[in-house]
């Protein structure tokens, strides 16, 4: 069993402006690594990310003060945010299905 990727703390997290001018397809995963909603969707993530390679995955530890996530309204965890080319196209609260996931992956 592989370790999971930890979420990238505040000093680690890209800037807006850097996600903003990201090209192709982006999941933006907000939460953080002691958040059991965050735990209970990981099995979920690992099992559809590998099926979507064009997807840059990024974890994003979220909190009060954290810039990246005030600046998407993100309220719960985990929250996926799905960009193309730096623009929002879909948005996923709590995910625990595969099926959810992958559904949301293939629409962009």
């Given amino acids: 069993m592989s370790t999971p990727t930890p979420y990238l703390s505040e ?3 890209p800037a807006r402006a850097e996600v903003d001018a990201l090209p192709g397809l982006t999941l933006l995963e907000f939460g953080t690594d002691w958040c059991g909603h965050c735990r209970a969707a990981q099995p979920a993530l690992a099992e559809v990310l590998p ?8 974890k994003v530890e979220d909190g009060p003060g954290r810039p990246l996530g005030r600046s998407y309204r993100v309220k719960l965890w985990p929250t996926l945010v799905l960009l193309h080319d730096g623009q929002e196209v879909a948005r996923l609260v709590r995910p625990t299905q595969a099926a959810y996931i992958s559904a ?3 629409i962009a």
């Avoid at 390679?53 to 990024?58: A, I, K, T, V």
């Fill in 11 to 13: 000093t680690e997290a």
């Fill in 51 to 58: 099926q979507h390679p064009q997807w840059r995955h990024l």
């Fill in 104 to 106: 949301a992956l293939n």
